[in-house]
T-cell receptor
């Protein structure tokens, strides 16, 4: 089944404790993105990647890191999480860049206390 | 650069029509529309790539006015299953491969 898989689905952590949210797609898609969703603000792009070893900042990259060492995986790293990073996070992938249909993972609800 | 959607929320009775608008301050080269049910991931509805393009998906259709940097989503004869939050998404010219989602429109269809 074609899908984007995120883990974990829920995470509660403490300020400053490094964490990684994994994202994997099995559709051989070139373009992968991370978004955060906050009430009233919609989805905002954090980082995106056009291909292996190619990553770029989105609209709200501060406090986040990503890597794209393999085509299928695009982990999101929070090296020192803060409470303002409490949010719902989505990973998405698409075949040919931002002009093609995006497939979303099921989301990760992160709470930083 | 985030597109602005209007209205923010709308409540319809089954069978009524609705229009959701998406407006950008930047020149666009694509507009996507997605629907998100509560607690779920957004699901793709359609994409418009050319100015003047119109597309349909069952009783849901959309238009793209490239000159005005606007898109509209039309829902006709609404059904209970149409309830959810609708997002437009835009690829803008001169911003590389970034993608911007609108702030969302909450649509509730009641019997």
């Amino acid at each position: 089944e074609a899908q984007v898989t995120q883990n974990p689905r829920y995470l509660i952590t403490v300020t400053g404790k490094k964490l990684t949210v994994t994202c994997s797609q099995n559709m051989n898609h070139e373009y992968m993105s991370w978004y955060r969703q906050d009430p009233g603000l919609g989805l905002r792009q954090i980082y995106y990647s056009m291909n292996v070893e190619v990553t770029d900042k989105g609209d709200v990259p501060e406090g986040y890191k990503v890597s794209r060492k393999e085509k299928r995986n695009f982990p999101l790293i929070l090296e020192s999480p803060s409470p303002n990073q409490t949010s719902l996070y989505f990973c998405a992938s698409s075949f040919g860049g931002p002009n093609t249909e995006a497939f979303f993972g099921q989301g990760t609800r992160l709470t930083v206390v | 650069q985030q597109p602005v959607q209007s209205p923010q929320a709308v409540i319809l009775r089954e069978g009524e029509d609705a229009v959701i608008n998406c407006s950008s301050s930047k020149a666009l080269y694509s507009v996507h529309w997605y629907r998100q049910k509560h607690g779920e991931a957004p699901v793709f509805l359609m994409i418009l790539l050319k100015g003047g393009e119109q597309k349909g998906h069952e009783k849901i259709s959309a238009s793209f006015n490239e000159k005005k940097q606007q898109s509209s989503l039309y829902l006709t004869a609404s059904q209970l299953s149409y309830s959810g939050t609708y997002f437009c998404g835009t690829g803008t010219k001169n911003t590389g491969n970034q993608f911007y989602f609108g702030t969302g429109t909450s649509l509730t269809v009641i019997p």
